[in-house]
């Protein structure tokens, strides 16, 4: 079994910095590459930012310069920090990724999702 749990989520105004954690847990040998999406309400799930088990990392337009994406392996948590926060970035955040488990392999993975508004 796995889990990806994401926390860090909030009511901020416009220009305040959040910070998201998605922990990994259960029977994990690794994890790989993981992503952060969000979705708006009345809109699709799009891709906000993703890194590699190497630490590579891709963003979207929109959030690049704002928002950095990271990892810690030895916690196996995924970050997001975002500063500048602006009101069109307020959606549900979810984290999503690759891990391998002891006893299934590699698998995908996707949080519940934490809520993020920023107000004007």
């Known amino acids: 079994q796995v889990q990806l749990v994401e926390s860090g989520g909030g009511l901020v105004q416009a220009g305040a910095s959040l910070r998201l954690s998605c922990a990994a847990s259960g029977t994990i040998f690794s994890i790989g590459a993981m992503a952060w999406y969000r979705q708006a309400p009345g809109k699709q799930r799009m891709l906000v930012a993703s890194?590699?088990?190497?630490?590579?990392?891709n963003y979207t337009s929109s959030v690049k310069g704002r928002f950095t994406i990271s990892r810690d392996d030895t916690k196996n948590t995924v970050y997001l920090q975002m500063n500048n926060l602006k009101p069109e970035d307020t959606a549900r955040y979810y984290c999503?990724?690759?891990?391998?488990?002891?006893?299934?392999?590699?698998?995908?993975?996707w949080g519940q999702g934490t809520q993020v508004t920023v107000s004007s």
């Open positions: 890194i590699t088990g190497g630490g590579s990392t």
């Open positions: 999503s990724g690759a891990v391998l488990t002891i006893f299934s392999g590699w698998g995908t993975y």
